[in-house]
């Protein structure tokens, strides 16, 4: 899991608590010899998001806690920055393998240009919309058979 670790104090605290207030996914741990913010995806903290945590902060802090961000990044690299946001994405080292023949792939890579993506990002996004799609159906299917399976039983009540 992608994580950074920022010394601890005070300051620090309030801006990795803010960021785990306002980002999905975040977890925020207090070591003895600093703080870890771990995060899922991609994290984007925005000043203004942080809330007076951020807004507070003058510019040369700002710069210097994306220093601090970097420096300590594992599993991730800070792609975006600049006055009002740090962006952090994950390394993506997993690779897949597949074959197509020349028509399937001429034609992913017209659709992939029509979106204005790479053949990989639009492999990718497609892959991971499809695995969505698979998991919400099979939610919905066994949220079905639960709900059969207690239509077609009424408790018994002993008088």
Known sequence: M??????LNK????????????ADGVKVEVLEDGIRASFDYGLDISRLELGSAGVNLTTSQWSALAREIKRTLVGAKVRDFNSALIGIHPLKTERIYIRLDPLEKALIADAAKIEQKTITDFIRAAALRMAEEVFDREALKKMRER???????APAYVS
Do not use: T
């Open 2 to 7: 992608p994580h950074f670790i920022l010394k």
């Open 147 to 153: 709900k059969e399976a207690g239509e077609g039983s």
């Open 11 to 22: 300051r620090n605290l309030e801006i990795a608590e803010a960021i785990k207030k306002v």
